[in-house]
């Protein structure tokens, strides 16, 4: 059964970093795609970041390029989101996702709020 546990949210100060981290069992982590979503009060959960299963390619939304950074380490079946120069509205909770045998699973989440 895959299960995805999130942690690492909180409030933070516009201009601030977190990072988030992402915990994964029940698959074979270092043959799976991972990526990291979020979803805004009122808004529909859109893609944040991706990562290969090799981690040698990365992807990220317009509006988290240059901010963001998705990593992985496989011996800790762990994947990562660095955010840095932290913005308003990137107030969001955020998600981690994998596809297994087709069927996307997500975590339950974690809160990001950015407000001074």
């Known amino acids: 059964q895959v299960r995805l546990v999130e942690s690492g949210g909180g409030l933070v100060q516009p201009g601030g970093s977190l990072r988030l981290s992402c915990a994964a069992s029940?698959?074979?982590?270092?043959?799976?795609?991972m990526s990291w979503y979020r979803q805004a009060p009122g808004k529909e959960r859109e893609l944040v970041a991706s990562?290969?299963?090799?981690?040698?390619?990365?992807n990220y939304a317009d509006s988290v390029n240059g901010r963001f950074t998705i990593s992985r380490d496989d011996a800790k079946n762990t994947v990562y989101l660095q955010m840095n120069s932290l913005k308003s509205e990137d107030t969001a909770v955020y998600y981690c996702?994998?596809?297994?045998?087709?069927?996307?699973?997500w975590g339950q989440g974690t809160q990001v709020t950015v407000s001074s």
């Open positions: 990562i290969t299963k090799a981690g040698d390619s990365t």
């Open positions: 996702s994998v596809v297994k045998s087709n069927l996307r699973s």
């Open positions: 029940g698959f074979t982590f270092s043959i799976h795609a």
